[in-house]
């Protein structure tokens, strides 16, 4: 191996020392120089651009170098203009408002646009306002265009959509009280209009949309967020955690005292746990139906006759906690039609799904074999004239399946009869009884769990034709 010679520079430290001097000084002069060269560049560019915006200052590509603030106001009043007529559709599947760019006052903020192209270069610092104005001249300042909107205007708008779609979140509960659910709820998620996605899209996007799309109209479709409740599941010993059945009937035109007794017996029902392997009795479980226990005449059949009696529209009850039953797929142990068909059944259903009652003799039972606790629920929603039975428990997979009603035979309903009546004044006419056209009815009714059909049953149910009465008043 051959060993190169090394090699030693040797500059005495009094000439490092020299040149050192001579750089810094060098660096120092030619940094000064610039300095003063460039205060003199910007002050003579400040004087040449007094009151007017630096070049490169640029807004929507466009260079507003050279232009007063009242020029730049001006062009964005002026694109405000041309969509001022342009509409903006706010749409969701509850509500939709559609209002013009001119009645939102939506547009370009022209004034705050104006401002901030003058002041770059202007801020009041020296050395900040000598980088900026030269970095405008050289490669330019983008600016984003600013937007403005009256939010008294946006304000009106989404308070109906607020007012439409929020929903607040509903959390769950059960409380069990002497041999009663007490208080039952499940959770339920919530909604609300995000208002924060509205107020951005109209400071962000919308003027720019406009101008792009040639149509005169933009959809915007309104963000909904879903709220979850705090308390998602209470926990039971009696496994009620979801729904497996609902039933529901109309009584619209029903008179205020049987509207009364339809909310008297479904009250009476409410909160009832029904036991694995239990036969339930609606009479049993209804109790005493008299002005005893609180309820009030309406018309009732009996005896072949429509007649005011106690507790009248309490069938309304037993009818729509049978559609409740067939839902929840529970065999049905006694089951009785009534004598003619009653419009009330037949507002939301087909004839034959309906159950009469009449303590003690005529019952409606089923037996709860789902092997596990079922809860009654009743709600009564005036507004809509609807009741509602609901059925909770734990879901064991079987589903129900109701056919479509067949109406075998009809007989017309016979002509109307007219009595005279001592208690109404002469001339005044009262119906008692409306006429129903005679029908034999059936559906099937099937209920299979894991593949196998465990319940197949067919309702059948005779209504004789049944003749509208009148009261004639002969009182003088």
């Known amino acids: 191996m051959i060993q190169l010679p090394s090699f030693r520079l040797h500059v005495p430290k009094k000439k490092l020392r020299s040149i050192g001097k001579t750089g810094f000084w060098f660096v120092t002069g030619a940094f000064i120089g610039l300095f003063f060269f460039s205060s003199f560049v910007y002050l003579y560019y400040k004087h040449a651009y007094e009151n007017k915006i630096y070049p490169g200052v640029i807004i929507n590509n466009v260079d507003f170098g050279g232009k007063s603030k009242n020029e730049v106001k001006n062009y964005f009043a002026q694109q405000n203009r041309l969509i001022r007529n342009k509409e903006i559709q706010f749409t969701s599947p509850q509500f939709t408002a559609t209002v013009s760019a001119g009645w939102l006052n939506l547009g370009y903020d022209s004034n705050l646009?104006?401002?901030?192209?003058?002041?770059?270069?202007?801020?009041?610092?020296?050395?900040?306002?000598?980088?900026?104005?030269?970095?405008?001249?050289?490669?330019?300042?983008i600016l984003s265009p600013a937007y403005t909107y009256s939010s008294s205007q946006l304000d009106r708008i989404v308070k109906n959509f607020q007012a439409t779609i929020n929903i607040a979140p509903v959390d769950a509960k059960f409380t069990y009280e002497?041999?009663?659910?007490?208080?039952?709820?499940?959770?339920?998620?919530?909604?609300?209009?995000?208002?924060?996605?509205?107020?951005?899209?109209?400071?962000?996007?919308?003027?720019?949309?406009?101008?792009?799309?040639d149509q005169s109209l933009l959809a915007f479709s309104v963000p909904i967020l879903t709220l979850k409740p705090n308390v998602k599941n209470v926990a039971n010993t009696f496994g009620i955690k979801e729904?497996?059945?609902?039933?529901?009937?109309?009584?619209?035109?029903?008179?205020?005292?049987?509207?009364?007794?339809?909310?008297?017996?479904?009250?009476?029902?409410?909160?009832?746990?029904?036991?694995?392997?239990?036969?339930?009795?609606?009479?049993?479980?209804?109790?005493?139906?008299s002005s005893l226990s609180g309820y009030k005449q309406a018309y009732v059949i009996q005896n072949g006759h429509t007649v005011l009696g106690d507790g009248g529209g309490v069938c309304q009850v037993s009818t729509t906690f049978f559609r409740a039953v067939l839902a929840a797929g529970m065999p049905v142990i006694e089951r009785h039609a009534h004598a003619y068909r009653v419009h009330y059944y037949e507002e939301d259903s087909g004839p034959g799904i309906d159950a009469a009652i009449y303590s003690p003799t005529v019952d409606f039972k089923f037996r709860n074999d789902s092997g596990h606790y079922i809860l009654i629920q009743s709600h009564v929603d005036e507004a809509a004239q609807q009741l509602t039975f609901e059925f909770y428990g734990t879901s064991d997979g079987r589903v129900a399946t109701i056919s479509q009603p067949v109406v075998l035979s009809q007989t017309p309903a016979p002509d109307p009869l007219y009595q005279d009546d001592?208690?109404?004044?002469?001339?005044?006419?009262?119906?008692?009884?409306?006429?129903?056209?005679?029908?034999?009815?059936?559906?099937n009714y099937s209920v299979v769990k894991n593949g196998k059909q465990i319940i197949f049953e067919r309702f059948d149910s005779h209504y004789q034709?049944?003749?509208?009465?009148?009261l004639k008043g002969t009182k003088t």
């Open 113 to 141: 646009l104006a401002s901030q192209a003058y002041s770059i270069g202007r801020s009041g610092s020296f050395f900040s306002d000598i980088y900026f104005s030269f970095e405008s001249y050289l490669h330019g300042i």
């Open 178 to 213: 002497n041999g009663r659910v007490t208080q039952f709820q499940t959770s339920q998620d919530g909604q609300e209009v995000s208002t924060e996605d509205i107020y951005t899209f109209l400071q962000t996007a919308a003027v720019t949309k406009l101008f792009k799309n």
């Open 243 to 289: 729904r497996i059945g609902v039933g529901t009937s109309l009584f619209h035109g029903s008179i205020a005292a049987r509207i009364y007794n339809i909310e008297l017996a479904a009250s009476r029902l409410n909160g009832i746990l029904v036991k694995p392997g239990e036969i339930f009795s609606f009479d049993q479980a209804v109790g005493d139906i």
């Open 422 to 443: 001592p208690d109404l004044p002469v001339g005044q006419i009262q119906q008692v009884d409306f006429a129903a056209a005679g029908a034999n009815v059936y559906f």
């Open 465 to 470: 034709p049944w003749q509208a009465v009148y």
